[in-house]
């Protein structure tokens, strides 16, 4: 476990290198570097049969597109002032350069085809995006398969690059529910989030039922789908031979950190 918090560590601490430059950090807002996201991809990495400088490179070069996309999220269309319009240009520039150093970091393995499977990664998780901020959704599930690929694209493409697919229901679904309680924890604070918005333009669709009606049906339907993926995602820890303890940790704390209506969902599955 020592030596992958260690990774963890040096990981993390290049990333900040890279990202929390002294100007931007004056005019937008930091990016959040998901640690789970980088205990996954370096547990995964670490049982390849790779260099550890190839590791490295892997891991720093997908959490920086990831970086990317999540700045590049906070870019609005709405009318802004001239220190507004500042801000919004810098955090394009800044998310452009963020991918950039993705790539550069890639082109320095020189492995087209990875390269090209991780390129896939990216242009599904900008499909799965427009889907859910901008169109109309029909279907509970393929709106949830929508959250789950956008959080996990990436490290899907490397997983099956690799042939390492006990990987998938265990770190997919852990993602899966991180992402659903921030959206969660959005609406409950603020009345509103992303995948909310989605749920309730779905509801919206069945005229039998008033607003509060869809309301609660919303978040039956949710914290029922957060205790499903749960269940998925500790199922999923039983293929994956041997895991790191930091990942199990990370894991389990996430669970014990629900509230009791998701704890109890648990215990009763």
């Known amino acids: 476990m020592r030596e992958i918090v260690e990774k963890l560590t040096y990981t993390k601490d290049r990333i900040e290198k890279y990202v929390f430059h002294p100007y931007l950090r004056e005019y937008i807002i ?8 980088m ?8 049982q390849l049969d790779l260099s550890p400088h190839e590791k490295d490179i892997y891991v720093l070069a997908i959490m920086l597109m990831h970086v990317a996309l999540d700045t590049h999220d906070q870019v609005t269309n709405t009318l802004v002032d001239e220190k507004n319009m500042k801000i919004r240009q810098l955090t394009v520039l800044a998310g452009d350069y963020y991918s950039g150093l993705y790539y550069k970091f890639l082109a320095s393995i020189e492995d087209v085809k990875v390269i090209k499977a991780l390129s896939e990664g990216v242009k599904k998780i900008n499909e799965h995006k427009v889907f859910i901020y901008h169109k109309d959704q029909d279907d ?10 956008i959080e996990f694209s990436l490290i899907e493409q490397l997983i ?18 991180k992402r659903l309680l921030k959206e969660k924890k959005c609406f409950e604070k603020t009345g509103s989030s992303v995948l909310f918005d989605a749920l309730d333009r ?17 978040l039956q339907l949710y914290d029922s789908y957060i205790g499903y993926s749960i269940q998925l995602m500790t199922k999923g820890m039983n293929k994956i031979q041997p895991f790191n303890t930091l990942y199990e940790e990370r894991m ?3 669970i014990k950190d629900y509230s009791p209506r998701e704890k109890s969902f648990v215990e009763e599955g």
Request: no cysteine; hydrophobic share 45%.
């Open 252 to 254: 389990m704390k996430m």
């Open 39 to 46: 205990v996954i991809l370096i547990s995964i990495v670490d």
């Open 202 to 218: 779905f509801f919206a669709k069945d005229q039998k039922k008033n607003i509060n009606e869809q309301k609660q049906d919303v």
């Open 160 to 177: 099956t690059y690799f042939g390492v697919t006990e990987w998938y229901e265990s770190a997919s679904n852990w993602l899966l529910v």
């Open 140 to 149: 509970l599930h393929t709106i949830m398969n929508s959250v789950k690929m």
């Open 30 to 37: 930091p990016p959040v570097i998901d640690e789970d996201k």
